[in-house]
């Protein structure tokens, strides 16, 4: 794998979930070097003038107002660390954690922290060996940094906490351990690095693009649901026709009307309704542009937030080049905190018109289908429990879609006296994503099952290439089974990409976002 070469170029979002994947590298330019070089000579000057400065020769937070003697620089930093270490919760994943790390590598290799380029060649060497710090999941307010996940973080540093070893199938093993590994003894840290280590939102960052990642293939994935829908309930795709949305033309509701168009073309089901006594489908279905389209409007919105996030520099205070050093705010979680909970909304939404076109797929009453797909209905349940599992889903998302951004707690004796809760927002939209892909692979599973119990007729093309690779993995329910299985190989089709991808290799079929 070619290393990524950081601390300079914008990150793209391509290339920032690889380097969460295993055997991602980093390396540092020689340009990167020379900054680094650069900001620690700032650094220094101030220390031989003896100025007070926030974060180099101060407390912190409401102790800013201590100026620390000269000799104990040094030891400022290192309790800085290991008094912050406090975070609680399960452990974020390896990938997530991993990630994570190489942002705060990337951030501190722009070259306004002050830290030493021995610092970042520590850091770097136990990026490639894949030796991944253990970061807990809770403790962060989202302002002046993630303080307490990346206090954590750099522990290893210190020879304290935890690595994931990325070589041994991610066994956790001592921060000391890890170093010897390396060949690298416990750092000693100087002014300013312990703060310039935990002063940043990498980890709400980490999170959310993880997030957005798999929001991508998403609502993908729930613009072929709708259409397999569509195809088993006999529905029309009259409200897909470009005239209608040139006459609202949001982005998302455009391009979502297209996709359906092209999942749906060919299709003889669509033909076998024309003229049929149907006046109006269910808003589910009608309104599948509108709805997804705004879904895809909020994950562009928060995809540009958080690529921009993570190319940035979030320390604080800031170390410019010709010598200023500036107290300000960029740690403040705001941007992400917002892009999270409007990223949780919108998928929220998604898992509640999906949940609403299975009931119709179940409901005798309205799909014209056997009751819950079933074969022999009465001794047989068919998809019945699939559809409330669906809306149990749905319905924790709401809950979590509360919005993270707008609460606040003051922190430090009221120094930090408004905070974004960016890592809860993250946290919160990550399990909104894992259950919309849940619920959407509830969905496909009756809606090929739907197909199956209708007249012999062939879906449109996109719509045939989705069930064809969902019968792969799940066969037809000809009698009740043990259904979980099915429902759990579904969601890792949806997660793998594979689903999208053969619905994408049907000649001139692209789905947009």
């Known amino acids: 794998m070619k290393p990524v070469s950081i601390g300079g170029s914008e990150l793209s979002l391509a290339t920032l979930v ?4 295993p055997g991602a590298q980093i390396r540092l330019p020689r340009a990167a070097r020379s900054g680094l070089s650069r900001s620690r000579a700032v650094i220094t000057r101030v220390l031989k003038s003896g100025a007070m400065v926030y974060g180099v020769n101060t407390g912190f937070g409401k102790l800013s107002g201590v100026s620390i003697d000269p000799a104990r620089l ?59 710090p253990v970061i807990p999941s809770k403790g962060s307010v989202g302002a ?4 307490a996940p990346l206090a954590h973080m750099a522990l290893p540093l210190l020879g304290f906490g935890e690595v994931y070893d990325c070589q041994r199938n991610h ?16 750092v000693e840290l100087a002014a300013k690095e312990g703060l310039a280590l935990i002063n940043g939102t990498q980890i709400m960052t980490a999170i959310g693009v993880l997030a957005v990642a798999r929001a991508r293939n998403l609502n993908k994935i729930a613009d072929i649901a709708c259409a397999l829908t569509i195809e088993a309930l006999r ?24 996709n359906l168009r092209s999942l749906l ?29 705004a879904a895809k409007d909020a994950l562009r919105f928060a995809q540009k937030v958080l690529c921009t996030e993570a190319s940035s520099v979030t320390d604080n205070p800031l170390v410019f080049p010709d010598g200023e050093v500036i107290s300000a705010g960029n740690f403040h979680g705001q941007p992400v905190s917002q892009a999270m909970d409007f990223l949780a909304i919108s998928l929220s939404t998604i898992a509640n018109i999906s949940e609403r076109r299975i009931e119709n797929l179940v409901n005798p009453d309205i799909s014209g289908l056997p009751p819950f797909l079933a074969h022999e209905p009465g001794i047989e349940s068919g998809l019945m ?31 930090e006296d408004h905070v974004s809760m960016g890592v809860t927002a993250a946290r919160h939209a990550a399990v909104v994503v894992a259950n919309t892909e849940k619920v959407l692979a509830i969905e496909l599973m009756c809606g090929a099952q739907g197909i199956d119990c209708g007249e012999s007729l062939r879906p449109g093309r996109g719509a045939a290439a989705a069930y064809k690779c969902i019968r792969k993995l799940v066969p037809p329910l000809e009698q009740d089974r043990f259904l979980a299985p099915d429902i759990g190989n579904l969601e890792q089709l949806i997660r793998s990409g594979q689903l999208v991808a053969e619905v994408e290799s049907c000649r001139g079929l692209r789905l947009d976002l």
């Open 171 to 186: 066994r956790r093993i001592g921060g000391r351990t890890a170093l010897k590994k390396v060949g690298v003894g416990p």
């Open 18 to 21: 690889g380097l969460s994947e």
């Open 235 to 258: 529905g029309s795709e009259l409200p897909f026709a470009p005239g209608v949305h040139e006459l609202r033309p949001h982005d998302g509701q455009v391009l979502t009307a297209a």
């Open 385 to 415: 429990i699939p559809q409330v599992v669906a809306a149990a889903l749905a319905s924790e998302n709401k809950t979590l879609s509360h919005p993270a951004s707008v609460d606040s707690v003051p922190t430090s004796a009221n120094r």
């Open 74 to 132: 040094g030891t400022l930093q290192r309790n800085l660390i290991l008094s912050h270490a406090t975070g609680v919760g399960e452990m974020l994943a390896p990938p997530v954690c991993q990630l994570a790390f190489a942002l705060r590598i990337h951030n501190l290799a722009r070259g306004y922290s002050g830290v030493r380029v021995s610092l970042l060649e520590t850091m770097i060497s136990l990026f490639n060996a894949g030796l991944i």
């Open 265 to 293: 073309a060919g299709s003889s089901i669509m033909k076998s309704h024309v003229g049929c006594d149907k006046v109006q489908d269910a808003y589910s279905m009608r309104c599948a542009p509108q709805v997804h389209g």
């Open 144 to 147: 002046s940094g993630d303080l």
